[in-house]
């Protein structure tokens, strides 16, 4: 279970805090997604990146801020949450087109971030 | 706009008996390919089986089957032999011709021995 990593595994924040998810990838994908899961909605699809560059963003809030430096890596900026915040947020990766994600692609996660919003 | 229903919250099994998880999906393409992912406690979510829309025959991964009803839009997962190390949170979901994923809420998978 090395293809996608992410850190911390856990993370407890304020409300006031900054903090950033980090998630890396060693399989060469051009595509990398972030996920919230909770258990109100198990699996919300939150952005999409194709080799770097924002491919969709699902009307999730600005204190989500994610960054893609390169293809492998994935971060997401976290500011002034709430504690509805606090989920698991995987990362996941695949192996797309420039264009982006294609039908046949399948998903990778990583082991998720359990975030805890005080 | 793409849906996956899974209607079946919570299921368990006894061990080395046979089941079966649904899911139902909507979607307007041609071309699309179908999922399930499986997540066990506290462990990543991987990949169980997929299944190409324009194949009529099921996808089948060893202990794992899919029964695909296109025109049902219908899309199950038959595990055979169930194992303890089935227990998990099972995901169906669908991608459509742009690339686009659509997840089901899940069904929790309890295998008892």
């Known amino acids: 279970e090395t293809g996608v990593t992410q850190t911390p595994r856990h993370l407890v924040m304020g409300m006031t805090n900054k903090k950033s998810l980090k998630c890396e990838q060693h399989?060469?994908?051009?595509?990398m997604y972030w996920y919230k899961q909770s258990a109100k909605k198990p699996l919300e699809l939150m952005f999409v990146y194709s080799l770097e560059e924002r491919v969709e963003n699902n009307s999730v809030p600005s204190r989500f801020s994610p960054e893609c430096p390169n293809s492998s890596h994935l971060f997401l900026h976290l500011h002034t949450l709430q504690p509805e915040d606090s989920a698991l947020y995987l990362c996941?990766?695949?192996?797309?087109?420039?264009?982006?994600?294609?039908?046949?692609?399948?998903?990778?996660f990583g082991p998720g971030t359990r975030l805890t919003v005080l | 706009a793409q849906t996956v229903t899974q209607s079946q919250p919570e299921m368990s099994v006894q061990e080395a008996e046979t089941v079966t998880l649904s899911c139902t999906y909507d979607?307007?393409?041609?071309?699309?390919?179908l999922f399930w992912y499986k997540q066990p406690p506290s462990r990543q979510m991987i990949l169980v089986i997929r299944?190409?829309?324009?194949?009529?025959q099921n996808a089948t991964e060893n202990r794992f089957s899919v029964n695909f009803q296109k025109a049902a839009k219908s899309f199950s997962l038959k595990i055979s032999d169930s194992q303890l190390g089935d227990t998990a949170m099972y995901f169906c979901a669908s991608n459509t011709n742009a690339g686009k994923s659509t997840f089901g809420d899940g069904t929790t998978l309890t295998v008892k021995p």
């Open positions: 399989l060469g994908h051009n595509a």
């Open positions: 996941a990766s695949s192996r797309g087109l420039a264009g982006g994600p294609t039908f046949t692609d399948t998903q990778y």
């Open positions: 979607t307007s393409e041609n071309n699309y390919y």
């Open positions: 299944q190409e829309a324009y194949k009529q």
